[in-house]
C-alpha cells in the first residue's frame, strides 16, 4: 500500500516544455549556436540543466555554467509562465491528497518549482517540494532530500512519478518503485528501458492506478 506519492514536476504535472525548450535555444543562440532542431531540445526537459548542456551540447563545465547563467536569463523573465498543469492533473492531487503523502521532487530549482506550482494553484497540495538548488545534481539527491523531509516514510509505501529515466533512476538509488507517464518528454521505449515498475498513458490512467496503489 502506497502512503507516500514524489511526483517530478516538468513533463508531470506540467507541460513546461515550450518554455524550457525556448530557454535553451537563446542560451545557445547567444553562444552563436545554430538554430537546433526540436527533437534535440527535447532532451532538455527533465534532466539538470548542468548534465545537459555537458552531455547533449559536449561543453565544459565553464561553457556549461555560462549556458545556464544564459538559460535561466530567459526563463526567469518569459519561460516559467509556459507552464499550464497537464489536464486533470489539479482534480488528481486534490483527490490523492485526501489519501496519502505528497511531494514534489524536480531537477528544477526549488524556488522555480514553488512559483509554478503557486501561479497554478496546487502548492498547497505538497507536503513537501525539493529541486536542485546547486547541492543536489542528481535526481537520486532530490529524492533523497524528499524522503528526509518526509521524515524517512518505509521504502515500500513510497512511488516515484516521472517522464524521464532520470526519474526511475533517482527512485532505484532508494529502492522505490516508479510509474513512468507516457504524456511527458521521454523517448519511445525510455521508461521501459529504465526499468519504470509501471508505465501509464494518461493523467486519467494515472489518478486511476494511485488510487489503486493506496488500497491495495
Same mark, same amino acid.
Request: a negative charge; glycine letters at 10%.
Given at each position: 500500500?502506497?502512503?507516500?506519492?514524489?511526483?517530478?514536476?516538468d513533463?508531470?504535472?506540467?507541460?513546461?516544455?515550450?518554455?524550457?525548450?525556448?530557454?535553451?535555444?537563446?542560451?545557445?543562440?547567444? /553562444?552563436?549556436?545554430? *538554430?537546433?532542431?526540436?527533437?534535440?531540445?527535447?532532451?532538455? #526537459?527533465?534532466?539538470?540543466?548542468?548534465?545537459?548542456?555537458?552531455?547533449?551540447? %559536449?561543453?565544459s563545465?565553464?561553457?556549461?555554467? &555560462?549556458?545556464?547563467?544564459?538559460?535561466?536569463? =530567459?526563463?526567469?523573465?518569459?519561460?516559467?509562465? %509556459?507552464?499550464?498543469?497537464?489536464?486533470?492533473?489539479?482534480?488528481l492531487?486534490? +483527490? /490523492?491528497?485526501?489519501?496519502?503523502? !505528497?511531494?514534489?521532487?524536480?531537477?528544477?530549482?526549488?524556488?522555480?518549482? =514553488?512559483q509554478i !506550482?503557486?501561479?497554478?494553484?496546487?502548492?498547497?497540495?505538497?507536503?513537501?517540494?525539493?529541486?536542485?538548488?546547486?547541492? @543536489?545534481?542528481?535526481?537520486?539527491?532530490?529524492?533523497?532530500?524528499?524522503?528526509?523531509?518526509? &521524515?524517512?516514510?518505509?521504502? *515500500? %509505501? #513510497?512511488?516515484?512519478?516521472?517522464?524521464?529515466?532520470?526519474?526511475?533512476a533517482?527512485?532505484?538509488?532508494?529502492? /522505490?518503485?516508479?510509474?513512468?507517464?507516457?504524456?511527458?518528454?521521454?523517448?519511445?521505449?525510455?521508461?521501459?528501458?529504465?526499468?519504470?515498475? +509501471?508505465?501509464?498513458?494518461?493523467?486519467?490512467? /494515472?489518478?486511476?492506478?494511485? @488510487?489503486?496503489?493506496?488500497?491495495?
Amino acid at each position: 500500500m502506497k502512503r507516500y506519492f514524489l511526483f517530478d514536476l516538468d513533463g508531470t504535472l506540467t507541460d513546461t516544455g515550450s518554455g524550457i525548450m525556448g530557454s535553451v535555444a537563446h542560451a545557445l543562440a547567444r /553562444l552563436g549556436w545554430p *538554430e537546433p532542431e526540436a527533437d534535440f531540445l527535447r532532451q532538455f #526537459v527533465g534532466p539538470p540543466l548542468e548534465e545537459s548542456f555537458q552531455n547533449f551540447c %559536449q561543453m565544459s563545465p565553464a561553457e556549461a555554467a &555560462e549556458a545556464i547563467r544564459l538559460y535561466r536569463e =530567459r526563463y526567469h523573465a518569459w519561460g516559467v509562465f %509556459q507552464s499550464p498543469l497537464y489536464p486533470g492533473v489539479e482534480g488528481l492531487l486534490e +483527490r /490523492l491528497s485526501q489519501k496519502a503523502a !505528497l511531494a514534489v521532487a524536480t531537477s528544477k530549482r526549488k524556488a522555480g518549482a =514553488r512559483q509554478i !506550482l503557486a501561479m497554478r494553484g496546487v502548492e498547497g497540495y505538497f507536503q513537501a517540494v525539493v529541486g536542485d538548488d546547486g547541492t @543536489r545534481p542528481s535526481k537520486a539527491a532530490v529524492v533523497g532530500e524528499a524522503l528526509a523531509q518526509l &521524515e524517512e516514510p518505509p521504502r *515500500e %509505501q #513510497v512511488v516515484m512519478i516521472g517522464d524521464r529515466s532520470y526519474d526511475v533512476a533517482g527512485a532505484k538509488a532508494w529502492g /522505490l518503485e516508479s510509474i513512468g507517464v507516457l504524456y511527458g518528454y521521454s523517448a519511445p521505449g525510455e521508461l521501459a528501458a529504465a526499468g519504470a515498475s +509501471r508505465l501509464v498513458g494518461s493523467v486519467a490512467e /494515472l489518478e486511476a492506478l494511485c @488510487r489503486k496503489l493506496t488500497e491495495a
